[in-house]
Antibody
Framework: QVQLQESGPGLVKPSQTLTLTCTVSGGSISSGHYYWSWIRQHPGKGLEWIGYIYYSGSSYYSPSLKSRVTISVDTSQNQFSLKLSSVTAADTAVYYC?????????WGQGARVTVSA | EIVLTQSPATLSLSPGERATLSCRASQSVSHYLAWFQQKPGQAPRLLIYDASRRATGIPARFSGSGSGTDFTLTISSLEPEDFAVYYCQQRFNWPPALTFGGGTKVEIK
């Protein structure tokens, strides 16, 4: 059974960089069949796709966040990470990592991140 | 960007009733559409993919239909655990791009 688990600070100061890591167990990121994504959900709102990375390192980001987002992969640790720079209160959300093979079939439980001084 | 519009925003029904949820795309997405269920405090769960295929372990009371720009998720007889928010998602232009709809909340009447 594939499992994903987000980890990282729950509180980030404005203008700083939000960093989250997703650890995958029960399957290898390097298998090559899947894309590994980050999705966020603002409080009481819908889902917003942030971007994805393939095990090879190729990535794609949502145009609305592209200038501030970096997703990286560490196949040796079976992890992938999200960096979102210059955060504001508008980046306060629950951040999910997910596995994607056309569709998102496995999700992490979500990491709540608050941007506040 | 392909925009997905879900309706209604809220659906108030009683257990045992039939639920019909709509998702309309701003342009054709062929059959490349999925439905997710999300309960409070939980991650979304994949219900339907490719418009009409049930994901593993999803009960038969959930069905999806449609193609092109108009899609429907039907729950034939609502169980207490089905009251949740439902999202559609398209992957017509994926990779790289994909989008989610705004969601429909199915609440107990």
């Amino acid at each position: 059974q594939v499992q994903l688990q987000e980890s990282g600070p729950g509180l980030v100061k404005p203008s700083q960089t939000l960093t989250l890591t997703c650890t995958v167990s029960g399957g290898s990121i390097s298998s090559g069949h899947y894309y590994w994504s980050w999705i966020r959900q603002h409080p009481g709102k819908g889902l917003e796709w942030i971007g994805y990375i393939y095990y090879s390192g190729s990535s794609y980001y949502s145009p609305s966040l592209k200038s501030r987002v970096t997703i990286s992969v560490d196949t040796s640790q079976n992890q992938f990470s999200l960096k979102l720079s210059s955060v504001t209160a508008a980046d306060t959300a629950v951040y999910y990592c997910a596995r994607q093979n056309a569709y998102f079939d496995y999700w992490g439980q979500g990491a709540r991140v608050t941007v506040s001084a | 960007e392909i925009v997905l519009t879900q309706s209604p925003a809220t659906l108030s029904l009683s257990p045992g009733e039939r639920a019909t949820l709509s998702c309309r795309a701003s342009q054709s997405v062929s059959h490349y559409l999925a439905w997710f269920q999300q309960k409070p405090g939980q991650a979304p769960r994949l219900l339907i993919y490719d418009a009409s295929r049930r994901a593993t372990g999803i009960p038969a009371r959930f069905s999806g239909s449609g193609s092109g720009t108009d899609f429907t998720l039907t729950i034939s007889s609502l169980e207490p655990e089905d009251f949740a928010v439902y999202y559609c998602q398209q992957r017509f232009n994926w990779p790289p791009a994909l989008t989610f709809g705004g969601g429909t909340k199915v609440e107990i009447k």
